[in-house]
């Protein structure tokens, strides 16, 4: 029983996760748009340094995936790696949320330019 529920909570667990990865694409693709659409360097190195920061989000985005397969591969779980996975995806999601409404504001300000 405690395993199914482990299950189901790591499944939940990845859909944050790929919910995470699919807006950071999106934001991605508009952050395209707008470097194609302006020349103006202020935008352009915004827009490189957002680049940054998604990279770097992805790679630890990565990181949790991996250990939530091992943890779905594995005949037992490690209940305090678990924990702290489900801590650190909980602050990357909160902190992605605040980041993601930032970079909305701010690119509505460029596209009301």
Known sequence: MKKEFFKQELESL??????IQEEQA???????IYI???IESKIILWAEEIQQQILNREVAL???KKDFLVY????TIDE???KKDKQQLGYLEQEF????????LE???????
């Not at 949320?97 to 909305?104: E, L, S």
């Open 14 to 19: 990845k859909r944050t996760l790929d919910f």
């Open 26 to 32: 999106f934001i991605k693709r508009k952050l395209t």
């Open 36 to 38: 194609d659409a302006m």
């Open 62 to 64: 990565q990181l949790i």
């Open 72 to 75: 779905k591969a594995s005949k």
């Open 80 to 82: 305090q790696k678990l």
């Open 97 to 104: 949320i605040q980041w993601k409404h930032a970079i909305d």
């Open 107 to 113: 690119l509505e300000t460029f596209n009301n330019k």
